[in-house]
């Protein structure tokens, strides 16, 4: 066995390390064994140790695709599943899409042929909708459990069902932390008991087994004092680490997008200004919203003489592992989730880091030689962490997860196994708005067909109730393509900073006075016309290609799913033509249709240019990447909220009236 695998790992081009030098190597018999005897095994090891990359393929190896079956990966992010099947395949030397493919939503990236097949959790449990079963996998590997993330909660619920049905069913749950007590218990439940001999707990249902990984010391650095912005402190940081010491490459944490594209301008500036020709510094993303081929330039070596930089979000933090990282600088902070049940809102807010998840990231620096960590905060800011972070499932929406559930038979959302049940108030709150959008009637059941249909489609609830209201709207053509691009990752415009007057005088040319969506569907709409097979035309527009060609498959997808309903799309003749902008009533049909859907997410500007919301408790900021930034209108919907520094931001944002909310949310406006 060991001399195949030396074989194997002798042809992989030199900058990778051998698979068989991975902490991982020397647990692939136990791992096996343990997967052949129990239905349930917890691998905990640290990141890099090779859970991810290696695992699937023993057990392809070992023969558990015999008969045409699929080994499922789950990632929380779909960052981790495109990377790390990019990375698999190239393992075993095929395209993504054969032996190796990928799932994420609206991206589906496999064949017959594929046996290991990594896809978001989310996606999981879409398809337990259709197979629930989940018959078609002999083993499904729970990857990032740790993370707690709202699907993988669920999906672990799901899991602990089929499993009582389908004995034969593997699963593994991979982990970075040492939760994996909680895991086991879970799944063991009564059998849970104390092995008198082997110390061990689990019974017959499952054990954990711990890949201990080599791990070099990390020293820790904390602030004397707390640093008053931390984005120019890490850029501090980062130069002061280039000029005094050795080499090696540095992982910087910030949280999110914004702060990644100001730090990397910030060094990219900084480093011009370098004397030293010896070493330059070369600045690299790393967040959910780069295009794939930009996420893979984080994991190329350097070239000579440049140390790497990489300025990520919390995807680096366990999701992905990049080599020769020696330095980190953690900011202390990342944005999670957090639902207000009393606004009904969603932000994306920075808070502070667990210290788990401080140790995950200083370990990041440990992984080739001994390392440093600097912390942008002080010990005494490190003491009042919270030990680990709390589970998605207890600061979320919990909406589109109870629709699903309930389309998968579970009505009882009370009684469901949950690893850590949610709070009474956001079941409470998630059934309102799933009641108010007509998702469930009195008896909180699926409406039907419209509570069945939303559940199928593969957006959240509010824009699934859109889409199916389109059609009496008589603008389901429009309709899809908003939806198709709202539903993009990542900014159908391309920013260039040296040229913004530009850039905004092109938004311009597209922008109606009704909002951000109507202004999407002239952009959708002039791309199919003239732009989609002339790339120049977006150059010119300053638009971005590729994401407007997603957008188009997006809509493909988005429409087969309606006609599979029997709601026939007519696209002769597009309602708006190139006559121009007289959409005679159409703009009205569409805002009438999107407060459908988004009447939770209304709000009223206020005399200072702010927006309120509906409650009157949340003060909430036109985005500047939006039509609304600046202007004056009066009531609005919204699509996404987020948080940054103190300030909350709408983006895609339209123009309704008052009147449109009471027509079509009575019942939730009379609750308020
Ligand atoms: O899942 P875990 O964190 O335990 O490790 P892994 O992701 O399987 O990574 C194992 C090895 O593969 C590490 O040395 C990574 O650096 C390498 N890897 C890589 O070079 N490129 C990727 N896209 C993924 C992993
Ligand atoms: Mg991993």
């Not at 018999?29 to 691998?43: D, G, R």
């Not at 200004?273 to 190329?300: C, D, I, N, W």
């Not at 600088?329 to 009904?344: E, H, I, M, Q, S």
């Not at 992984?367 to 680990?388: I, M, N, S």
């Amino acid at each position: 066995m060991a001399s195949e695998l030396d074989l194997s790992s002798s042809f992989i081009p030199s900058l990778y390390k051998p698979a068989a030098l991975l902490p991982i190597a020397r647990h692939r018999q136990s791992l096996l064994y343990l997967v052949e005897t129990y239905p349930v095994t917890i691998v905990v090891g640290q990141t890099g140790s090779g859970k991810t990359t290696q695992l699937p393929q023993y057990l392809d190896q070992a023969g558990w695709c015999v008969d045409g079956k699929t080994i499922a990966v789950t990632q929380p992010r779909r960052v981790a599943a495109t990377t790390v099947a990019a990375r698999v395949a190239e393992e075993m030397r095929c395209k993504v899409g054969e032996e190796v493919g990928y799932s994420i939503r609206f991206e589906d990236l496999t064949s017959p042929a594929t046996r290991i097949k990594f896809l978001t959790d989310g996606m999981l449990l879409r398809e337990a909708l259709v197979d629930p079963l989940l018959s078609r996998y002999s083993v499904i590997m729970v990857d990032e459990a740790h993370e707690r993330s709202l699907s993988t909660d669920v999906l672990l619920g799901i899991l602990k069902k089929i499993g009582k049905k389908r004995p034969e069913l593997r699963i593994v749950i991979s982990s970075a932390t040492l939760q994996a007590e909680d895991f086991l218990r879970f799944f063991a439940g009564e059998e849970l008991q104390k092995d008198e001999d082997s110390n061990e707990i689990g019974g017959s249902v499952g054990r954990i087994i711990s890949l201990e990984g080599r791990m070099y010391p990390v020293d820790i650095l904390f602030l004397d004092s707390p640093a008053e912005d931390y984005v120019e402190r890490a850029v501090k940081t980062v130069f002061d680490i280039h000029s005094q010491e050795a080499d090696g490459d540095i992982l910087l944490f910030l949280t999110g997008r914004e702060e990644i594209d100001t730090a990397i301008q910030l060094i990219s500036e900084h480093a011009a200004t370098l004397r030293s020709k010896t070493q330059s510094v070369l600045p690299l993303p790393l967040y959910a919203g780069l295009t794939t081929e930009q996420q893979l330039y984080v994991f190329e070596p350097a070239p000579e003489n440049t140390r790497k930089v990489i300025v990520s979000t919390n995807i680096a933090e366990a999701s992905v592992t990049i080599d020769g990282i020696c330095y980190v600088v953690d900011c202390g902070f990342a944005k999670l989730r957090a639902y207000n049940p009393n606004t009904g809102i969603e932000t994306l807010t920075a808070v502070p880091i667990s210290k788990a998840s401080a140790t995950q990231r200083a370990g990041r620096a440990g992984r080739t030689k001994p390392g440093k960590c600097f912390r942008l905060y002080t010990q005494q800011a490190y003491e009042q962490l919270p030990d680990v972070a709390i589970p998605e499932i207890q600061r979320s929406n919990l909406a589109p997860v109870i629709m699903q559930l309930k389309a998968l038979g579970i009505d009882n959302i009370v009684r469901f196994d949950f690893l850590t049940p949610p709070p009474a108030e956001l079941v409470i709150r998630a059934l309102e708005l799933l009641f108010s959008l007509g998702t469930i009637d009195d008896y909180a059941k699926l409406t039907k067909p419209l509570g069945m249909r939303m559940a199928e489609l593969a957006v959240d609830p509010m824009m699934g109730k859109v889409l199916l209201s389109a059609q009496t709207f008589g603008c389901l053509n429009e309709i899809l393509s908003i939806a198709a691009m709202v539903s993009l990752q990542g900014s159908v415009w391309v920013q260039h900073d040296s040229d913004r007057k530009n850039a905004e005088s092109m938004r311009r040319k597209f922008a109606v006075e009704e909002g951000d969506h109507l202004t999407y569907l002239n952009v959708y709409q002039a791309f199919v016309t003239k732009g989609k097979k002339d790339s120049k035309w977006c150059r010119d527009n300053l638009l971005n290609y590729k994401s407007l060609q997603r957008a188009v498959s997006i809509r493909a997808q988005l429409k087969r799913y309606l006609e599979r309903f029997g709601i026939s799309v007519d696209e002769n003749p597009p309602l708006s033509t190139s006559r121009g902008p007289d959409l005679s009533g159409q703009p009205e049909r569409v805002q009438r249709c999107l407060t459908t859907g988004y009447f939770a997410h209304a709000a009223k500007m206020q005399p200072d240019g702010t927006f309120k919301t509906v409650s009157g408790d949340l003060t909430l900021y036109a985005h500047p990447s939006s039509i609304m930034f600046n202007r004056k209108v009066d009531w609005v919907i919204f699509h996404e909220i987020l948080q940054t520094g103190d300030k909350t931001y709408i983006r895609d944002i339209s123009k309704i009236e008052k009147s449109y909310l009471l027509e079509y949310a009575p019942e939730y406006y009379r609750v308020k």
